[in-house]
Structures are given as structure tokens and as C-alpha cells.
């Protein structure tokens, strides 16, 4: 099938749609089907979570209410960093000193999840090793020590190395960062064509995909029963991945995801000199403010630079207006680059920022796991391992730890959730 067969409308048009190595185009569901289990969601949670139980012998029937990658899996950043949550060491007292520990390394463990799964099945997604978290105050630098000392007490098996002041300039050419920390055991990469690649992978084992198949109820019982607008599909079990698109089939976990905006503007492929100069060893990086901006090359040498977390539901009404004056006070030397491409979309945060993933608790046989925080490139194959695991009847230490975290439910309803939401990030914001 050519590029422009596939209906682009039904996409975002982003830097990774026009660079996509390959076309998705499964069939809409239609009639009556029966499978081990049901997946709703086409992201990288639903498709690793049927990889995982197709692998282990399941039967599997994937319902994408879009295309396979059209939420947060296929436009975001491309950022596969090391890590799950945010201050992992708030839940000792509900998990204890080792508990936290475990998740620590589950964090490190998610990366070579995902490099596992781009070797299995031989996934061309343009995958690059290098990473830098950048500091913009000294405090940072100071985190950053602690956490080289931590990660290394870990068994962290990849280069760490603090880069002092004088020396910023060999990762990013830039003025605005007072240090930073290179992890060669994180890095960048194409997440539209990873997302297509384990699409193709699941359906290679057997896993029957199915899109534009919005559910639009569920029956629960020993049985379930997925509805669509043209079919519904019978199984033993349940997983729900929709994560920020949840649009209200499940509002008791809705209630404890908020979507939150974020954003990315691609300029057009520099000259080689000037690609060196911005980021002469081409790793993602990203700073620590609490509205973070997050950049890299793409493989044609593109600048891809997002951020700028939204709570407020509405998204900027020209995004390249809104995103280019952040750009350019990091890098003003792209005062005359061409803005290519521009998009942006949604991620689901919760309240103290760890995944969900559990299972409901009156229905045994419905599981989930949603609000990856952005971190979502890792923590869904963590996720989906965790399911695959827990869902075959396996003892899982990780479903244990993560089904043992209460998590809040926000308050005000679909309506205020957002504004009470932006509010708060305005307080975090003023005080840094």
C-alpha cells in the first residue's frame, strides 16, 4: 500500500506520520468474535499486553477505537528514559524500603524491555542510545549526583557522567544550562514506527486487531462482552489501556487519570554543521523545569522540540506560534529555521504520578494500567509485562507491588477536573 493510501486524516499530522516506515490498515470489527481476552486500546500498553499474552498462548482480540498509535503512543517525544513515577520513596510506607527498591529496578528493567522487543522482532524505528537530563539551577546538578550514586548502588550497568558547566557545550549548544547528566542507558526513538512494528509483531502471533472499533459498552460478568457500533467480541478476560482517551466506558478509572497537553514542533532537516552544533552527540535531552522542554534529532536531522505540559483541556490554537519562542530561547540560532510540522496530544498523569496497574476491584477479571506520567515509552512495556504475567495466572512481583499503591480519584468531576488541575501547576510554577 502507498503512503498516501492510508487516511492520514485519521491521524495527527506529525513529523513521525510523514516518516512512518510502514502502514497499519486492520479491518473494523464487524459481527461476533470470541478470544481468551479483549483489549481495548492500540497503544503501546494494549499491543505489548496482546504480545505478552499471545506469547503465553492466549488468544487475542484488540479493539483501537482510532488506529494503532493514534493517542500518546504514537506522538510523543520519543523518549525512552530510565525510570517509573516520580519520587519513588513516598510509597515506602505502603510498600516498604525493598518494595520501593523493586520498583527502582523495574524502572532500569523497562528500557531493556523495550530494546529486547525492537530485536525480537526486528523493528525499524531509528532506536539511538544517549541521553542527557539537563540542569537549570545548580540544586539540579546536586540531584544529579545523588541520583548517579543511587542508580549506580542499583547495579546500573551504563555510563553515568555528570557534565560540569564548562563542558555543556559538548552535549547541547546551548547557554541555558548550568550542567547535567549523560545516561548512555537511555536514548530516542521513532514511536509511531515502534507502535506500527508491534502491531505487526502481535498480529504475526496470532492477535486479531481490529480499528476504528470505538467500544461503546461492556457487559461484565464471568463472561464479558465488548460492544462496538458494528460487533462485540465474548472473552474470559479483560484489559483496558486507554489511558488519557478514555472517553467515559470505565469512569472509576477515568476519575483517576487527568489528560494533560503537550506539544512537539519539528523544523525542517538542518545542514550537518548545524545539527552538530545543537547536539553534537545526538541524545535526547531535557530539562527540570515543572512545564519541561524535551528536544532531539530525528534521524533526517530535524529538531524535534516539545513540552509546555497543558492542564487547561484547550489546546494552543497555532502550536508552532505557541512552541517556537521556547525553541528559540534555547537555541537562538534557529532565529531563520523553518517550522515543518506541528502537533500535540494528550498523556495521562495521576495524582502522585506511578502507573495504575491493577485490576477492578468488584470485576476480577477486568485489568488496566494507565497514567505512565510521561515516562509512557518504558513503563508500558513494564505494564504489559506485568498483565501478561498476572493475567496467565503467574505469580507477578510487580502486579503485587503496583495493585498495592492507592490511587486518588480527582475531585470535580470531568468539568473541573482539568481547571483544578491547571491551578495547581500555576502554584508550582510561581514557586519555582
Known sequence: MSHQAIHTA???????????????DYPMLQGDEQADVCIVGGGFTGLNTAIELAQRGLSVVLLEGRRIGWGASGRNGGQLIRGVGHDLDQFAGVLGEQGVRELKLMGIEAVQMVRQRIEQFGI???LTWGYCDLANK?????DFRADREELLALGYGHELKIVEPDQMHSVVGSDRYVGGMIDMGSGHLHPLNLALGEAVAAQSLGVRLFERSMVTAIDYGPTITVHTEHGRVRAAQLMLGCNAYHSGIQPQLAGRVIA??????ATEPLAPALAQQLIPQNMALCDQRVALDYYRLSADRRLLFGGACHYSGRDPADIAAYMRPKMLKVF???EHTRIDYQWGGMIGIGANRLPQIGRLPDQPNVFYAQAYSGHGLNA???AARIL???MTGQASRGFDLFSQVPHMTFPGGQRLRAPLLALGMLWQKLKE
Do not use: F, M, V, W
Request: glycine share 6%.
Open 10 to 24: 485519521d491521524y495527527p499530522n506529525s513529523y513521525y506520520l510523514a516518516s512512518r516506515k510502514a502502514d497499519a
Open 124 to 126: 525499524d524505528c531509528d
Open 138 to 142: 545548580p540544586r539540579h546538578l546536586d
Open 260 to 265: 494533560a497537553g503537550s506539544y512537539i514542533i
Open 332 to 334: 537562538p540560532q534557529l
Open 380 to 382: 508500558t512495556h513494564l
Open 388 to 390: 501478561g504475567e498476572a
